[in-house]
Protein backbone atom coordinates (compact mmCIF):
# COMPACT_ATOMS: atom_id res chain seq x y z
CA UNK A 1 0.00 0.00 0.00
CA UNK A 2 2.52 2.41 0.95
CA UNK A 3 5.15 1.44 -2.08
CA UNK A 4 2.04 2.85 -4.32
CA UNK A 5 1.12 6.08 -2.59
CA UNK A 6 2.75 8.27 -4.18
CA UNK A 7 2.07 6.69 -7.85
CA UNK A 8 -1.17 7.61 -7.22
CA UNK A 9 -0.27 11.03 -8.59
CA UNK A 10 0.40 12.59 -11.68
CA UNK A 11 4.06 14.24 -11.56
CA UNK A 12 3.76 18.30 -11.39
CA UNK A 13 6.38 19.86 -13.02
CA UNK A 14 7.87 23.10 -12.74
CA UNK A 15 6.36 24.74 -14.98
CA UNK A 16 3.03 24.10 -13.28
CA UNK A 17 4.09 25.08 -9.89
CA UNK A 18 5.38 28.28 -11.26
CA UNK A 19 2.00 28.53 -13.12
CA UNK A 20 -0.06 28.22 -9.88
CA UNK A 21 2.63 30.02 -8.04
CA UNK A 22 2.09 33.31 -10.02
CA UNK A 23 -1.90 32.72 -10.13
CA UNK A 24 -1.66 33.21 -5.76
CA UNK A 25 0.12 35.79 -6.27
CA UNK A 26 -2.28 37.43 -7.73
CA UNK A 27 -0.35 39.99 -10.22
CA UNK A 28 2.92 40.20 -8.08
CA UNK A 29 6.19 40.24 -9.41
CA UNK A 30 7.35 36.52 -8.46
CA UNK A 31 11.04 37.47 -8.58
CA UNK A 32 10.67 40.32 -6.31
CA UNK A 33 8.17 38.29 -4.04
CA UNK A 34 9.85 35.08 -3.54
CA UNK A 35 13.10 35.31 -4.95
CA UNK A 36 16.19 36.69 -2.52
CA UNK A 37 19.18 37.89 -2.62
CA UNK A 38 22.01 36.49 -0.24
CA UNK A 39 25.20 38.58 0.39
CA UNK A 40 27.14 36.30 -1.77
CA UNK A 41 25.00 37.30 -4.82
CA UNK A 42 22.84 34.06 -5.00
CA UNK A 43 19.19 34.44 -5.99
CA UNK A 44 17.38 31.68 -3.63
CA UNK A 45 14.24 30.84 -5.07
CA UNK A 46 10.99 29.67 -3.47
CA UNK A 47 11.00 26.33 -4.36
CA UNK A 48 13.49 23.28 -6.47
CA UNK A 49 12.59 21.17 -8.71
CA UNK A 50 14.28 17.91 -10.25
CA UNK A 51 13.11 18.85 -13.60
CA UNK A 52 15.55 21.17 -13.52
CA UNK A 53 19.55 20.96 -14.15
CA UNK A 54 21.65 21.29 -11.25
CA UNK A 55 25.42 20.40 -12.15
CA UNK A 56 26.52 17.64 -9.53
CA UNK A 57 28.01 19.25 -6.76
CA UNK A 58 27.81 15.80 -3.80
CA UNK A 59 30.92 14.93 -2.38
CA UNK A 60 31.73 12.26 0.05
CA UNK A 61 31.17 13.84 3.28
CA UNK A 62 30.49 10.81 5.78
CA UNK A 63 28.80 13.07 8.05
CA UNK A 64 28.45 9.82 10.68
CA UNK A 65 32.52 9.78 10.91
CA UNK A 66 32.75 13.16 12.79
CA UNK A 67 34.83 13.21 15.78
CA UNK A 68 33.90 15.69 18.63
CA UNK A 69 36.63 17.84 19.60
CA UNK A 70 38.16 19.89 22.53
CA UNK A 71 39.62 22.90 22.98
CA UNK A 72 42.61 23.27 25.02
CA UNK A 73 45.31 25.93 25.94
CA UNK A 74 48.53 24.51 27.22
CA UNK A 75 49.81 26.19 29.45
CA UNK A 76 50.90 23.65 32.66
CA UNK A 77 51.41 19.89 31.05
CA UNK A 78 50.49 18.46 34.62
CA UNK A 79 47.35 20.06 34.42
CA UNK A 80 46.39 20.08 30.62
CA UNK A 81 47.10 16.04 30.71
CA UNK A 82 44.81 16.23 33.68
CA UNK A 83 42.20 18.05 31.91
CA UNK A 84 42.67 16.26 28.77
CA UNK A 85 41.68 12.73 29.97
CA UNK A 86 38.81 14.04 31.97
CA UNK A 87 37.64 15.37 28.89
CA UNK A 88 37.93 11.86 26.79
CA UNK A 89 36.18 9.88 29.59
CA UNK A 90 33.39 12.50 29.15
CA UNK A 91 33.21 11.80 25.30
CA UNK A 92 35.51 13.69 23.23
CA UNK A 93 37.50 11.88 20.46
CA UNK A 94 39.78 14.51 19.33
CA UNK A 95 41.69 17.39 21.40
CA UNK A 96 42.90 20.69 19.92
CA UNK A 97 45.67 21.65 21.75
CA UNK A 98 47.01 25.48 21.30
CA UNK A 99 50.49 25.53 22.26
CA UNK A 100 52.30 28.71 22.33
CA UNK A 101 55.88 28.10 24.18
CA UNK A 102 58.11 26.21 22.22
CA UNK A 103 59.22 24.52 26.04
CA UNK A 104 56.30 22.88 26.35
CA UNK A 105 57.09 18.76 27.17
CA UNK A 106 55.23 18.04 23.94
CA UNK A 107 56.50 14.41 24.45
CA UNK A 108 55.04 13.91 27.68
CA UNK A 109 51.87 15.53 26.85
CA UNK A 110 51.48 12.62 23.93
CA UNK A 111 52.60 10.10 25.71
CA UNK A 112 50.03 10.59 28.35
CA UNK A 113 47.22 10.24 25.96
CA UNK A 114 45.35 6.92 24.11
CA UNK A 115 46.57 7.86 20.59
CA UNK A 116 44.98 4.76 19.83
CA UNK A 117 41.45 5.76 20.71
CA UNK A 118 41.40 9.98 19.81
CA UNK A 119 42.82 12.19 17.68
CA UNK A 120 45.10 14.98 18.32
CA UNK A 121 45.24 18.55 16.67
CA UNK A 122 48.30 20.62 17.57
CA UNK A 123 48.20 24.02 17.04
CA UNK A 124 51.62 25.85 16.85
CA UNK A 125 52.02 29.88 16.75
CA UNK A 126 55.96 29.15 16.17
CA UNK A 127 58.40 27.27 13.91
CA UNK A 128 60.78 24.37 15.10
CA UNK A 129 61.79 21.93 13.63
CA UNK A 130 63.13 20.00 17.34
CA UNK A 131 59.50 20.49 18.11
CA UNK A 132 57.85 19.16 15.77
CA UNK A 133 60.69 15.82 15.27
CA UNK A 134 59.56 15.38 19.25
CA UNK A 135 55.42 15.26 18.20
CA UNK A 136 56.54 12.87 15.37
CA UNK A 137 58.44 10.81 16.91
CA UNK A 138 55.75 10.30 19.57
CA UNK A 139 53.30 9.62 16.92
CA UNK A 140 55.24 6.88 14.79
CA UNK A 141 53.37 4.39 16.14
CA UNK A 142 49.62 6.74 15.46
CA UNK A 143 49.48 7.10 11.69
CA UNK A 144 46.53 9.52 10.88
CA UNK A 145 45.93 10.53 14.63
CA UNK A 146 48.27 13.38 15.31
CA UNK A 147 48.03 16.82 13.01
CA UNK A 148 49.94 19.67 13.01
CA UNK A 149 48.89 23.20 12.24
CA UNK A 150 51.78 25.33 11.30
CA UNK A 151 50.09 28.18 9.22
CA UNK A 152 52.59 31.36 8.77
CA UNK A 153 50.09 32.64 6.43
CA UNK A 154 47.22 32.73 8.46
CA UNK A 155 49.60 34.14 11.18
CA UNK A 156 50.92 36.97 8.91
CA UNK A 157 47.10 37.76 8.52
CA UNK A 158 45.62 37.93 11.74
CA UNK A 159 49.20 39.20 13.57
CA UNK A 160 50.34 41.76 10.86
CA UNK A 161 53.79 39.68 10.80
CA UNK A 162 55.54 36.62 9.80
CA UNK A 163 56.35 33.97 12.62
CA UNK A 164 59.86 34.50 11.35
CA UNK A 165 61.12 38.03 10.31
CA UNK A 166 60.97 37.36 6.56
CA UNK A 167 58.65 35.57 4.25
CA UNK A 168 61.47 33.72 3.08
CA UNK A 169 62.61 32.76 6.47
CA UNK A 170 59.35 31.39 6.97
CA UNK A 171 58.77 29.00 4.31
CA UNK A 172 62.78 27.87 4.46
CA UNK A 173 62.08 26.70 7.87
CA UNK A 174 58.15 24.96 6.88
CA UNK A 175 60.66 23.24 4.23
CA UNK A 176 63.08 21.55 6.81
CA UNK A 177 59.65 20.77 8.80
CA UNK A 178 58.26 19.10 6.13
CA UNK A 179 61.01 17.34 5.29
CA UNK A 180 61.84 15.79 8.37
CA UNK A 181 57.81 14.74 9.63
CA UNK A 182 57.35 11.97 8.51
CA UNK A 183 54.19 10.51 10.08
CA UNK A 184 52.01 13.88 10.69
CA UNK A 185 49.99 16.47 8.59
CA UNK A 186 52.27 19.21 9.34
CA UNK A 187 50.36 22.20 7.48
CA UNK A 188 46.74 23.89 8.84
CA UNK A 189 45.13 26.67 7.00
CA UNK A 190 42.81 29.40 9.40
CA UNK A 191 39.92 30.20 7.56
CA UNK A 192 37.82 30.87 10.52
CA UNK A 193 39.46 34.34 10.71
CA UNK A 194 37.76 35.32 8.02
CA UNK A 195 34.30 34.37 8.53
CA UNK A 196 34.56 35.80 12.23
CA UNK A 197 36.09 39.07 10.49
CA UNK A 198 32.94 39.43 8.36
CA UNK A 199 33.90 37.61 4.89
CA UNK A 200 30.92 36.32 3.16
CA UNK A 201 30.79 33.21 1.98
CA UNK A 202 32.10 33.21 -1.62
CA UNK A 203 35.37 35.25 -0.16
CA UNK A 204 35.71 32.64 3.01
CA UNK A 205 35.63 29.74 0.27
CA UNK A 206 38.09 31.81 -2.30
CA UNK A 207 40.60 33.09 0.31
CA UNK A 208 40.73 29.99 1.98
CA UNK A 209 42.00 28.06 -1.69
CA UNK A 210 44.10 30.87 -2.28
CA UNK A 211 45.96 30.46 0.80
CA UNK A 212 46.29 26.97 0.46
CA UNK A 213 47.82 27.20 -3.21
CA UNK A 214 50.71 29.25 -1.84
CA UNK A 215 51.35 26.62 0.00
CA UNK A 216 51.39 24.08 -2.52
CA UNK A 217 53.80 26.23 -4.90
CA UNK A 218 55.97 26.61 -2.26
CA UNK A 219 56.06 22.77 -0.68
CA UNK A 220 54.10 21.09 -3.22
CA UNK A 221 51.88 17.69 -2.47
CA UNK A 222 52.02 16.46 0.67
CA UNK A 223 51.43 12.85 2.39
CA UNK A 224 49.28 13.64 5.15
CA UNK A 225 45.77 15.43 4.85
CA UNK A 226 46.28 19.33 5.02
CA UNK A 227 43.88 20.62 8.55
CA UNK A 228 41.59 23.27 7.25
CA UNK A 229 39.87 25.12 10.39
CA UNK A 230 36.45 26.82 9.73
CA UNK A 231 33.94 28.95 11.29
CA UNK A 232 30.37 28.20 10.42
CA UNK A 233 27.50 30.56 10.87
CA UNK A 234 23.84 30.80 11.67
CA UNK A 235 22.90 30.53 7.69
CA UNK A 236 21.80 26.59 8.06
CA UNK A 237 21.85 25.71 4.66
CA UNK A 238 24.49 28.44 3.21
CA UNK A 239 26.75 26.90 5.98
CA UNK A 240 25.85 23.12 4.59
CA UNK A 241 26.62 23.78 1.57
CA UNK A 242 29.90 26.07 2.21
CA UNK A 243 31.25 22.78 3.53
CA UNK A 244 30.87 20.99 0.61
CA UNK A 245 32.23 23.46 -1.92
CA UNK A 246 35.29 23.78 0.53
CA UNK A 247 36.07 20.43 -0.04
CA UNK A 248 34.62 20.06 -3.49
CA UNK A 249 37.08 23.27 -4.66
CA UNK A 250 40.13 21.47 -2.34
CA UNK A 251 40.07 18.37 -4.17
CA UNK A 252 39.96 20.36 -7.80
CA UNK A 253 43.35 22.15 -6.50
CA UNK A 254 45.20 19.75 -4.96
CA UNK A 255 44.24 17.81 -8.13
CA UNK A 256 46.16 20.26 -9.93
CA UNK A 257 49.50 19.42 -7.41
CA UNK A 258 49.33 15.42 -7.66
CA UNK A 259 47.94 15.86 -3.75
CA UNK A 260 46.09 13.14 -2.86
CA UNK A 261 45.77 13.02 0.66
CA UNK A 262 43.21 15.19 1.35
CA UNK A 263 42.02 17.77 3.90
CA UNK A 264 40.94 17.27 7.14
CA UNK A 265 38.09 20.36 8.15
CA UNK A 266 37.75 21.16 11.22
CA UNK A 267 34.44 22.95 11.80
CA UNK A 268 34.01 25.46 15.25
CA UNK A 269 30.89 27.78 15.85
CA UNK A 270 31.64 31.61 14.38
CA UNK A 271 32.53 34.20 16.85
CA UNK A 272 30.93 36.86 15.28
CA UNK A 273 27.08 36.24 16.28
CA UNK A 274 27.73 35.58 19.44
CA UNK A 275 26.50 37.95 22.27
CA UNK A 276 27.27 39.06 25.89
CA UNK A 277 24.08 39.71 26.62
CA UNK A 278 20.99 36.74 27.18
CA UNK A 279 24.05 34.87 26.75
CA UNK A 280 22.07 31.31 27.22
CA UNK A 281 21.06 31.90 23.51
CA UNK A 282 24.54 31.37 22.14
CA UNK A 283 23.36 27.46 22.92
CA UNK A 284 20.83 27.62 20.29
CA UNK A 285 23.53 29.74 17.80
CA UNK A 286 26.14 27.07 18.53
CA UNK A 287 23.41 23.74 18.24
CA UNK A 288 22.41 25.20 14.58
CA UNK A 289 26.03 25.89 13.90
CA UNK A 290 26.92 22.21 14.96
CA UNK A 291 24.55 20.99 13.11
CA UNK A 292 25.72 22.49 9.80
CA UNK A 293 29.18 21.12 10.25
CA UNK A 294 28.25 17.90 10.47
CA UNK A 295 25.65 18.11 7.72
CA UNK A 296 28.38 20.03 5.74
CA UNK A 297 31.00 16.76 6.21
CA UNK A 298 33.24 18.35 8.73
CA UNK A 299 35.92 15.73 10.42
CA UNK A 300 35.56 17.21 13.37
CA UNK A 301 33.61 19.00 15.47
CA UNK A 302 34.40 21.78 18.29
CA UNK A 303 31.72 23.34 19.71
CA UNK A 304 31.99 26.69 21.36
CA UNK A 305 30.95 27.15 25.49
CA UNK A 306 27.96 29.90 25.66
CA UNK A 307 30.35 31.69 27.82
CA UNK A 308 33.05 31.83 26.03
CA UNK A 309 32.87 35.83 25.41
CA UNK A 310 32.82 36.73 28.81
CA UNK A 311 34.15 33.26 30.84
CA UNK A 312 37.90 32.00 31.27
CA UNK A 313 37.61 28.28 30.18
CA UNK A 314 35.75 26.27 33.10
CA UNK A 315 34.04 22.88 34.06
CA UNK A 316 30.40 23.86 33.74
CA UNK A 317 30.67 25.36 30.11
CA UNK A 318 32.99 23.10 28.77
CA UNK A 319 30.91 20.10 29.62
CA UNK A 320 27.29 21.87 28.16
CA UNK A 321 29.36 22.66 24.77
CA UNK A 322 30.75 19.00 24.73
CA UNK A 323 26.94 17.64 25.54
CA UNK A 324 25.86 19.04 22.91
CA UNK A 325 28.29 17.27 20.40
CA UNK A 326 27.02 14.19 22.16
CA UNK A 327 23.70 14.64 21.98
CA UNK A 328 23.67 15.32 18.63
CA UNK A 329 26.06 12.30 17.82
CA UNK A 330 24.13 9.66 20.22
CA UNK A 331 20.53 10.92 20.14
CA UNK A 332 19.84 12.45 16.77
CA UNK A 333 20.98 9.85 14.63
CA UNK A 334 23.35 12.17 12.89
CA UNK A 335 26.22 9.27 14.04
CA UNK A 336 24.06 7.00 10.89
CA UNK A 337 23.40 8.49 7.73
CA UNK A 338 26.99 9.55 5.76
CA UNK A 339 25.64 12.08 3.34
CA UNK A 340 22.21 13.31 4.47
CA UNK A 341 22.53 16.33 2.15
CA UNK A 342 22.72 14.04 -0.98
CA UNK A 343 20.22 14.47 -3.06
CA UNK A 344 18.38 17.76 -1.44
CA UNK A 345 18.17 19.95 -4.92
CA UNK A 346 18.41 23.10 -2.70
CA UNK A 347 21.70 22.33 -0.67
CA UNK A 348 23.23 20.87 -4.40
CA UNK A 349 22.40 23.92 -6.32
CA UNK A 350 23.54 26.51 -2.91
CA UNK A 351 27.03 23.97 -3.05
CA UNK A 352 27.21 24.62 -7.05
CA UNK A 353 27.22 28.11 -7.31
CA UNK A 354 28.93 28.59 -4.02
CA UNK A 355 31.59 27.13 -5.60
CA UNK A 356 31.65 28.51 -9.14
CA UNK A 357 31.24 32.33 -7.48
CA UNK A 358 34.40 30.90 -5.27
CA UNK A 359 36.45 29.60 -8.09
CA UNK A 360 35.71 32.90 -10.14
CA UNK A 361 37.64 35.18 -7.28
CA UNK A 362 40.35 32.70 -6.62
CA UNK A 363 41.03 32.77 -10.48
CA UNK A 364 41.23 36.67 -10.01
CA UNK A 365 43.64 36.85 -6.69
CA UNK A 366 45.88 34.39 -8.61
CA UNK A 367 46.08 36.51 -11.27
CA UNK A 368 46.56 38.95 -9.11
CA UNK A 369 49.49 37.97 -7.62
CA UNK A 370 48.18 35.44 -5.13
CA UNK A 371 47.17 35.69 -1.87
CA UNK A 372 50.39 37.06 -0.20
CA UNK A 373 50.78 39.93 -2.64
CA UNK A 374 47.03 40.49 -1.79
CA UNK A 375 47.37 40.66 1.89
CA UNK A 376 50.32 42.89 1.36
CA UNK A 377 48.51 45.06 -0.28
CA UNK A 378 45.78 45.34 1.69
CA UNK A 379 43.45 44.36 -0.92
CA UNK A 380 42.04 41.31 0.98
CA UNK A 381 41.20 43.12 4.37
CA UNK A 382 39.52 45.96 2.51
CA UNK A 383 37.45 43.26 0.74
CA UNK A 384 36.31 41.59 4.54
CA UNK A 385 35.76 44.97 5.83
CA UNK A 386 33.62 45.95 3.29
CA UNK A 387 31.61 43.17 3.12
CA UNK A 388 32.17 43.58 7.38
CA UNK A 389 30.57 46.98 6.93
CA UNK A 390 27.45 45.70 5.08
CA UNK A 391 26.36 43.46 7.62
CA UNK A 392 26.89 45.60 10.52
CA UNK A 393 24.88 47.96 8.97
CA UNK A 394 22.29 45.11 8.14
CA UNK A 395 22.57 44.43 12.05
CA UNK A 396 22.31 48.15 13.06
CA UNK A 397 19.43 48.26 10.99
CA UNK A 398 17.29 45.54 12.56
CA UNK A 399 17.98 43.24 9.35
CA UNK A 400 20.39 41.24 10.55
CA UNK A 401 18.32 39.65 13.60
CA UNK A 402 20.55 38.49 17.08
CA UNK A 403 17.31 37.96 19.37
CA UNK A 404 18.06 39.23 22.78
CA UNK A 405 20.20 42.03 21.33
CA UNK A 406 18.58 43.89 19.26
CA UNK A 407 15.50 42.19 19.00
CA UNK A 408 13.45 41.28 22.66
CA UNK A 409 16.70 42.62 24.83
CA UNK A 410 16.10 41.99 27.96
CA UNK A 411 16.33 45.88 30.24
CA UNK A 412 17.17 44.03 33.57
CA UNK A 413 20.00 42.01 32.07
CA UNK A 414 23.71 43.17 34.07
CA UNK A 415 26.83 42.21 32.99
CA UNK A 416 29.62 43.83 34.10
CA UNK A 417 29.99 42.51 37.42
CA UNK A 418 30.53 38.87 35.49
CA UNK A 419 33.09 39.73 33.19
CA UNK A 420 35.95 37.67 33.41
CA UNK A 421 37.78 38.61 30.40
CA UNK A 422 37.32 41.31 27.97
CA UNK A 423 35.01 40.78 25.45
CA UNK A 424 35.07 43.16 22.46
CA UNK A 425 38.60 43.93 20.01
CA UNK A 426 41.65 45.08 21.94
CA UNK A 427 43.41 47.83 20.23
CA UNK A 428 46.72 47.34 21.26
CA UNK A 429 49.10 49.83 18.56
CA UNK A 430 52.81 48.34 17.28
CA UNK A 431 54.69 47.90 14.42
CA UNK A 432 53.23 44.87 11.48
CA UNK A 433 54.10 44.91 8.38
CA UNK A 434 50.60 44.64 6.96
CA UNK A 435 47.28 45.78 8.08
CA UNK A 436 46.45 43.14 10.36
CA UNK A 437 42.18 41.17 9.74
CA UNK A 438 40.75 41.59 12.72
CA UNK A 439 38.01 39.15 14.13
CA UNK A 440 34.55 41.61 15.36
CA UNK A 441 31.90 41.05 16.89
CA UNK A 442 27.99 42.59 15.37
CA UNK A 443 26.67 42.63 18.98
CA UNK A 444 29.95 44.67 20.02
CA UNK A 445 29.21 48.65 19.80
CA UNK A 446 25.63 48.18 21.40
CA UNK A 447 27.31 46.21 24.27
CA UNK A 448 29.44 48.26 25.10
CA UNK A 449 26.48 51.23 25.38
CA UNK A 450 24.55 48.72 27.42
CA UNK A 451 27.71 47.97 29.85
CA UNK A 452 28.27 51.64 30.04
CA UNK A 453 24.31 52.42 30.82
CA UNK A 454 24.10 49.80 33.76
CA UNK A 455 23.54 51.34 37.46
Known amino acids: MSEKLFTEFAPVSSKQWKQQIQFELKGADYNETLVWKSPEGI ?5 YHADEPIENASVQTKASQFRIGQAIFVQDVD ?39 INVHIQLSFLSEGFVQKINSAAQNHLGKVFVSLDPIGHLAQDGNWMESTEKDNFEAL ?15 NT ?4 NAGAEMVQQLAYSLAHANEYFNQLGAQNQPIVITVAVGSNYFFEIAKLRALRLLFKTLAQEYGHTAGCHILATPSKRNKTLYDYNVNMLRTTTECMSAILGGADTVTNLAYDALYHKDNEFGSRISRNQLLILKNESYFDKVNNPADGSYYIESLTAQLAEKALALFKEIEASGGFIKQLTDGTIQRKIQESAQEEQLAFDQGKEVLLGTNKYPNKADRMKDDLELYPFV ?8 ISPIIERRLAEKTEQERLASEA
Open 79 to 117: KTITRSLDNIARGAESLCFTITDAQTDVTRLLQSLPLDQ
Open 426 to 433: KIKPRKTL
Open 192 to 195: ALYQ
Open 43 to 47: HVKPF
Open 175 to 189: RKINSSAQNISILGI
